[in-house]
């Protein structure tokens, strides 16, 4: 059900959340509703300096990065001395755009196969209905 509070539940519950979304504008609207906690990562360079402030007044993090950004931010982590696949629980929003947009986004999709693989924890969340082809 769209607008039923999924996202919102995983940004909220206790415990370090990482939430992957497939593009910038929805980073954008998450930060302004939770503009004290959530960190949005996104964009080309490096954000290692950007995500150990963040860290450093969050102990609990909750970080929301695109699809294309979620690997960086797992190497970032792990630089940083933490193991996001055993600390983090990793909501992966919108994953029918994984299907739609594979053959075009083939890098940012594996990408974020690949890494979910490795999570403990982690949810795939989307209220668009899959066609049944997928």
């Not at 990562?41 to 294309?68: F, Q, R």
Request: glycine share 8%; charged share 20%.
């Amino acid at each position: 059900m769209t607008g039923c509070g999924a996202t919102s539940l995983a940004i909220e519950q206790s415990g370090n959340t990482i939430l992957a979304v497939p593009f910038v504008g929805l980073i954008e609207n998450k930060k302004m509703k939770y503009k004290d906690t959530l960190l949005g990562i996104y964009g080309e360079g490096d954000k290692t300096g950007e995500v150990a402030s963040y860290l450093l007044k969050h102990p609990t993090y909750k970080i929301a990065v695109t699809y294309n950004s979620l690997p960086k931010l797992v190497l970032t982590l792990k630089a940083l001395g933490h193991n996001p696949y055993k600390e983090a629980f990793l909501a992966i929003d919108e994953w029918h755009v994984l299907f739609q947009q594979y053959s075009f986004r083939y890098d940012a999709v594996r990408g974020v196969l690949d890494e979910a693989a490795q999570f403990e924890r982690k949810t795939y969340i989307s209220a668009t209905p899959i066609e049944r082809r997928f």
